[in-house]
């Protein structure tokens, strides 16, 4: 793991690889996972929660044996009333300011809801939350983001659990290029080879669970993406090859030998 940490809303973190707590078969399930990807920062849906059977509470004295930072999440919400109340629900209990808000707009594929977001994104900063939206890769929406004081964006690879990578790397390139804030792909990741590609565009981070919770072996595929972002992060830092329309000999022929044949 190379020395290099993430800045978030002026926080480092030794770790660029950010995972979810949904999902697992068990809660050990998830705190070996949480350990082996080296993760610092880990989110939490608060619906998950069934205070009258206790469960809040077990679940987060799990989540506390991690010892990684709380990302509370809106996950679920359809409205802006219902993010926000979550997000100052979520700050009361959890004692964070940070949260990854999340407003979607349509059940079939879970994406967010850009009008909402925005609306949510600006009542939320007003009142002082440091706010990492989840959202699309369209670059007009993060634009408007960024205005109203987002210091970090999230757009998704792919819809939320379907494991299809990256599937607009023009519009992912062109957000790198954009802009000089944290960008970090949120969903729709399925391998780490798409971790690592994600990394060597330059993104800052990854942020998953589904790819995790439900492999055969969770501890040992979170394994596999921190190392794959580790590499793809090394890899973007050395400096990736140019591509070239034609061969290039890699071993130089110039001052070696030849040798001739004589009868």
């Not at 070996?32 to 939490?44: K, Q």
Request: some cysteine.
């Amino acid at each position: 793991m190379n020395n290099d940490p993430l800045t978030l809303y002026g926080q480092s973190f030794n770790s660029r690889f950010l995972l979810g707590t949904a999902l697992y078969e068990s809660p050990q399930q998830m705190l070996d996972s949480v350990a082996a990807a080296r993760a610092d920062i880990v989110t939490l849906g608060l619906r998950r929660q069934n205070p009258a059977r206790g469960d809040g509470e077990r679940f987060w004295q799990h989540i506390r044996e991690t010892g990684c930072t709380l990302l509370p999440n809106t996950a679920g919400c359809k409205s802006v009333k219902e993010a926000v109340n979550l997000a100052l629900m979520s700050r009361e209990i959890f004692a964070t300011d940070w949260i990854k808000l999340e407003v979607i707009g349509d059940d079939y594929n879970l994406q967010p809801d850009p009008f909402a977001l925005l609306e949510a994104t600006r009542e939320l900063i007003a009142q002082d939350f440091k706010v990492l939206p989840y959202c699309t890769d369209d670059l007009i929406l993060c634009q408007k983001l960024v205005e109203a004081g987002c210091e970090v964006l999230m757009p998704w690879g792919a819809p939320i659990g379907t494991g299809r990578g990256l599937l607009n790397r023009y519009a992912l390139r062109t957000l790198r290029q954009r802009f000089d804030c944290p960008l970090i792909v949120d969903a729709g990741l399925g391998a780490p080879s798409q971790a690592a590609e994600a990394m060597e565009m330059g993104y800052d981070a990854v942020l998953l669970n589904t790819a995790v919770a439900k492999a055969q072996n969770p501890p040992l595929m979170a394994r596999a993406f921190a190392g794959a972002i580790d590499a793809g992060r090394d890899a973007y830092l050395s400096g990736l090859m140019q591509t070239r329309q034609t061969a290039s000999p890699s071993t130089p022929t110039i001052g070696q030998p030849f040798w001739h044949q004589t009868s």
